[in-house]
C-alpha cells in the first residue's frame, strides 16, 4: 500500500450521524446542527478532498452529484483533479483501489491520457463511492494508484454502466416506434422531399438568414415545436449567449429544445440560471453560392445529369443541363417525372451507373444538408413518440461553418471570443455531437487573414506600389521555417499563401489601387499555432516598410503604402490528451448497442470543423452522420453532386445517434425507470460568461 499524506488545510471528516449533517444536500454543503470541531463540520464527502501519494503526485475529488439508496446510504459521483509529478505519464489511469468503513468503492477508475511532468489534468471520467453516513468518513482510507496502462491509447474501455444505458435505451420500445414509423414509405418520401426542399434554399455562409428562417417556420407550423421551444431567432439573437455578434454580423442558427425532466428536480445544478444541455449540431451554410442569389433568380436550381455523361466543368455547363426538379409557389417538390427520376435509390455507384441513376446537383447535398435535416425531423419525432430525456436536448443548424464562416454559429452557442481565444459555455452544455461524420477527436487549428496593401492617397511620380509590397511580404513570409522544421518532433504546422488579387488599374491611370493577400496557418497545438502567427503577423508591415523605404517615404504618410487587416478568422486548435469521455464512450457504444460496429477504438487523426469550438472550450464531442448517398463529388465546388442512398441507411443511422444523445443525456425509459445521464449537470468552460 502507498504511503499517503493529506493537506490539513483540505481534509475534514465528515459528520458522524444524519442529525450532524442534516440529511445532506445536493451541493456538499453541511447544514444542520455542527461539531465545535471544524475538522469534523466540514463534510469531505461533498468534495475538496485531496490525497498525495507517496510519489508526489495529488488526487483531489469534486462532487458532481449525490444519491439517497436508503435513509443512511449515499452514492456519491466525483470528478478527480490530478497533480502530476515530474514523470510524464503517456496513457495515465488513475484507480481508487480502497476506502474505509462504511465507503465502498462502486466506481474507481478513470483514464488519464497523456499528462506532462508536473502538468495538472481534469479528465471527464468519474468515481462512484456508496457511504453510510452513521458511520464517519475516513478520508485517510482512500488508497489510490496512478499508472501507465499498456493498452493504445486510442482503445477505449468502455465502462459498464454507458454499456448498459446505450443497450437499455437502443431496445426500449419508445425508440422501436420512432424507427418503425421513420421506416415507412411515408416518412421516407417526407424525409426526401424536406431535404429537397430545403437544400433548395440559397444558404451562404454568413447569409443563412433565409434557410433559418425556413427552419423556424417549419419547427412551429409542421414539426410539432410550440414557439418557446425554437431557441433561436430570424434576427440571429440567441438569448442566453454572451456572443451574438461575430466579425460585426449577425449568426443566423436554427435551434430547437426537447425539454428534459432535470430542471424540475428538487437537487438540479444550474450555471447562472442554465440548466445542462446536450447539442446535436449541423452546420446550414453553403460555400456555393458566396452571396445570395438576386431576387430575379432566388432559388438554387437542382440539375440532373444520367451518369453516362460526363461531370460538369463549368458553371454554363451546369446551368445548361435542362433536367431539373420543380417546385410549387408554396416551395414544395412537385412529384413529376424529373422527380420520380431523382428519387431512386442506390446501394453504391455501380448500381446506379447500371440502374439510370442521376447526378442530382445542387450545394450543400453532401456538405451537409442532408445530414442536418435528418437531425431536424429526427427531433420532430422524438417530439412525436414523447422521448423524454433528463438533461434538455438542443437540436440545430449551425451558422458559419464554410469558407469565411469563421464557425460563427459555434461560437456563439459556446461563447467564445475570438479575441481573446476563450468559451464561456454560456448554455451550459455539457457534450456536443456534430453530424459531419468521422469519430474525429483532435482539431486542427487556424489563422487566417486577409490583408488589403493600398496604394498612396496622393499619387505622384516614383510612388510605391501596391503590387511591390504584397510581393515582398510574400516573399519574407515563403523563407519562415516551421516549429516543426526548427524542432524535430513539434507539432506539424503548416502555413499557405492563399489568394493574392490585386482591383485593376482604372481608366486614364497607371496605378494599381489595392492588392489583397490571404494567409493561412495551421497546426493541432494552440502554442506552436501562435508560435507561427507571431513570425508571419509582422512580415504583412514588413513588407510595406520595405516597398516604402525603397522609395524614401515613410509609413504613415499620404505618400505610402497603407496596410489594413479586412479579415481575421480563427477555428481554435485542440489536442485530446485522453480519448476517454462521455461522448467518445457514447459514440463508440451507440453503435455496438445498435448493431452498426463492435470497434471501440477511436482515430488519432485531426480535422478541422465545427468542433473545434467546444473542444477547445472544454466540451466533449463526437460526431456521427445520418446521410446516405450512393455516390457523390464536388464537396465545396460549384458542381457538387450526389445520388441518392438507401434510406433505410438513414433510418439505421437515426437509430445511432438517438442511442448516443440520450445515453449522455438520460432518459426516461418506456418501463418507467430513469437512465441517468453520463456526465454531470455543469459543463466546462475556459472563461466565464458574460452575465
Request: glycine content about 10%.
Amino acid at each position: 500500500m502507498k504511503t499517503m499524506k493529506f493537506k490539513p488545510t483540505l481534509i475534514a471528516a465528515a459528520c458522524i450521524a444524519i442529525t450532524a449533517c442534516g440529511g445532506g444536500s445536493s451541493n456538499g454543503t453541511v447544514s444542520g446542527a455542527a461539531a465545535d470541531d471544524t475538522k469534523t463540520a466540514l463534510a469531505v464527502i461533498g468534495g475538496g478532498t485531496s490525497t498525495v501519494l507517496a510519489d508526489g503526485r495529488e488526487v483531489t475529488l469534486k462532487m458532481v452529484s449525490e444519491t439517497r439508496v436508503n435513509r443512511n446510504v449515499y452514492d456519491y459521483v466525483y470528478n478527480i483533479v490530478l497533480k502530476n509529478n515530474a514523470t510524464a505519464l503517456t496513457n495515465g489511469v488513475a484507480t481508487l483501489t480502497g476506502a474505509g468503513n462504511g465507503t465502498t468503492v462502486l466506481k474507481g477508475t478513470v483514464p488519464l491520457g497523456e499528462v506532462e511532468a508536473s502538468g495538472t489534468v481534469s479528465p471527464y471520467g468519474t468515481i462512484t463511492l456508496r457511504h453510510d453516513r452513521a458511520v464517519a468518513f475516513n478520508a485517510g482510507a482512500l488508497v489510490w494508484s496512478v499508472t501507465n496502462s499498456t493498452a493504445p491509447v486510442n482503445r477505449l474501455s468502455i465502462p459498464t454502466d454507458v454499456a448498459s444505458a446505450a443497450s437499455k435505451i437502443a431496445n426500449d420500445p419508445q425508440v422501436r416506434a420512432l424507427l418503425d414509423e421513420q421506416s415507412t414509405p411515408a416518412m421516407t418520401k417526407y424525409r426526401w422531399n424536406t431535404f429537397l426542399e430545403l437544400v433548395r434554399v440559397p444558404s451562404p455562409s454568413r447569409e443563412e438568414y433565409r434557410s433559418a428562417a425556413e427552419i423556424h417556420s417549419r419547427m412551429v407550423n409542421e414539426w410539432g415545436f410550440s414557439p418557446s421551444e425554437v431557441m433561436t431567432r430570424n434576427d440571429g439573437f440567441l438569448a442566453g449567449s454572451d456572443v451574438n455578434i461575430v466579425d460585426g454580423l449577425p449568426v443566423y442558427n436554427a435551434c430547437v429544445q426537447i425539454k428534459g425532466s432535470y430542471s424540475s428536480r428538487p437537487d438540479a445544478q444550474s450555471y447562472k440560471g442554465q440548466f445542462p444541455k446536450v447539442v446535436l449540431e449541423g452546420h446550414i451554410d453553403v460555400v456555393n453560392p458566396e452571396t445570395q442569389p438576386p431576387a430575379s433568380d432566388p432559388w438554387n436550381h437542382i440539375k440532373l445529369q444520367p451518369y453516362a455523361q460526363a461531370v460538369v466543368e463549368t458553371p454554363a455547363q451546369l446551368a445548361a443541363i435542362p433536367a431539373e426538379l420543380a417546385f410549387n409557389t408554396a416551395g414544395r417538390i412537385v412529384e413529376d417525372a424529373n422527380y420520380n427520376v431523382a428519387s431512386q435509390w442506390f446501394a453504391n455507384s455501380t448500381a446506379a451507373q447500371n440502374g439510370g441513376g442521376v447526378r442530382i446537383y445542387v450545394p450543400g447535398y453532401i456538405d451537409m444538408m442532408s445530414s442536418t435535416v435528418n437531425g431536424f425531423l429526427l427531433a420532430s419525432a422524438m417530439k412525436r413518440h414523447g422521448i423524454k430525456p433528463v438533461y434538455d436536448i438542443w437540436v440545430c443548424g449551425s451558422a458559419g461553418e464554410e469558407g469565411k464562416g469563421n464557425l460563427a454559429g459555434m461560437k456563439q452557442l459556446y461563447g467564445f471570443e475570438q479575441d481573446l481565444g476563450t468559451g464561456s459555455n454560456p448554455l451550459n452544455v455539457v457534450a456536443n455531437f456534430g453530424l459531419e461524420g468521422g469519430g474525429i477527436l483532435n482539431f486542427l487549428g487556424s489563422y487566417r487573414y486577409e490583408m488589403k496593401f493600398s496604394a498612396p492617397t496622393n499619387p505622384g511620380p516614383n510612388q510605391p506600389s501596391a503590387v511591390e509590397a504584397m510581393a515582398a511580404t510574400i516573399a519574407r513570409i515563403a523563407d519562415v521555417k516551421t516549429p516543426d522544421e526548427l524542432r524535430p518532433g513539434a507539432p506539424r504546422t503548416t502555413y499557405t499563401v492563399g489568394r493574392a488579387s490585386c482591383e485593376p488599374v482604372p481608366a486614364g491611370s497607371t496605378v494599381v489601387p489595392s492588392c489583397s493577400l490571404e494567409v493561412d496557418m495551421r497546426s493541432p497545438k494552440v502554442e506552436t499555432l501562435n508560435e507561427i502567427r507571431d513570425v508571419i503577423v509582422p512580415l504583412f508591415q514588413a513588407g510595406v516598410t520595405a516597398e516604402n523605404a525603397r522609395v524614401g517615404v515613410a509609413n504613415g504618410t499620404p505618400q505610402g503604402i497603407g496596410l489594413q487587416q479586412m479579415w481575421y478568422g480563427l477555428r481554435p486548435a485542440y489536442v485530446a490528451t485522453s480519448y476517454d469521455s462521455p461522448a467518445t464512450y457514447a459514440g463508440l457504444q451507440s453503435a455496438i448497442a445498435t448493431g452498426q460496429s463492435t470497434s471501440t477504438t477511436v482515430s488519432t487523426g485531426s480535422s478541422s470543423i465545427n468542433d473545434n469550438v467546444p473542444a477547445n472550450t472544454g466540451i466533449p464531442t463526437y460526431q456521427f452522420s445520418l446521410n446516405s448517398t450512393a455516390a457523390g463529388a464536388g464537396t465545396h465546388a460549384f458542381w457538387e453532386w450526389a445520388t441518392r442512398g438507401n434510406p433505410a441507411t438513414e433510418v439505421s443511422k437515426m437509430h445511432r445517434v438517438l442511442t448516443g444523445i440520450l445515453t449522455v443525456a438520460g432518459f426516461h425509459a418506456a418501463d418507467g425507470t430513469i437512465v441517468q445521464p453520463a456526465t454531470g449537470p455543469i459543463g466546462r468552460r475556459t472563461r466565464e460568461a458574460a452575465r
